[in-house]
T-cell receptor, first 117, second 111 residues
């Protein structure tokens, strides 16, 4: 089945630094990937849609200059949290679909736990 | 935004069937219903999806009402490992097929 890999699984960084999270589709090509953020005891919140070869589209209220998304190939999307602050500490999850319209659902990565100190 | 509503939590005895309801009264005719679950600190796991007809796979069954305004996920023989948050999602066909998660149902399977 489809596998989505996220790296790293956890990261601790100092306030003011930037952190990059990778999302890879291991056995399929994904023209579209999605990034989510999840705070403790809350549901997943969609942050942005990552499109291969074009600019990402962000959900309302998500700062595009804060959360930089690059989808340079059909198997890799990256999320960079720039100038991270403690309030950015969260669980970040990506997802992708084998088909363009996701009719068979999306496969999710295992998530990245970001802690900003 | 999420188009679904689910109970906050449910309990189920181990070995019994777990029936998780979901309301999606504003669903459009070509929008699918998906069920995922999330075990603590992991990414969501796909369970099942459907459009109009009832569906069954090795994990669960999905019952969709005739008017499609609600559905029920059935785990036929719940085990302790089925303890998780279960999300019912309507894929937003007109909005780039995005998945918006609602609050989900925390299923507690008890021995």
């Amino acid at each position: 089945g489809a596998v989505v890999s996220q790296h790293p699984s956890w990261v601790i960084c100092k306030s003011g630094t930037s952190v990059k999270i990778e999302c890879r589709s291991l056995d399929f090509q994904a023209t579209t990937m999605f990034w989510y953020r999840q705070f403790p005891k809350q549901s997943l919140m969609l942050m942005a849609t990552s499109n291969e070869g074009s600019k990402a589209t962000y959900e309302q209220g998500v700062e595009k200059d804060k959360f930089l998304i690059n989808h340079a190939s059909l198997t890799l999307s990256t999320l960079t949290v720039t100038s991270a602050h403690p309030e950015d500490s969260s669980f970040y999850i990506c997802s992708a679909s084998q088909s363009d319209v996701g009719i068979n659902g999306y496969t999710f990565g295992s998530g990245t736990r970001l802690t900003v100190v | 935004d999420a188009k679904t509503t689910q109970p906050t939590s449910m309990d189920c005895a181990e070995g019994r069937a777990a029936n998780l309801p979901c309301n999606h009264s504003t669903i459009s005719g070509n929008e699918y219903v998906y069920w995922y679950r999330q075990i603590h600190s992991q990414g969501p796991q796909y369970i099942i999806h459907g459009l109009k007809n009832n569906e069954t796979n090795e994990m669960a069954s999905l019952i969709i009402t005739e008017d499609r305004k609600s559905s029920t996920l059935i785990l036929p023989h719940a085990t302790l490992r089925d303890t998780a948050v279960y999300y019912c999602i309507v894929r937003v066909y007109y909005n780039f097929n995005k998945f918006y998660f609602g609050s989900g149902t925390k299923l507690n399977v008890k021995p």
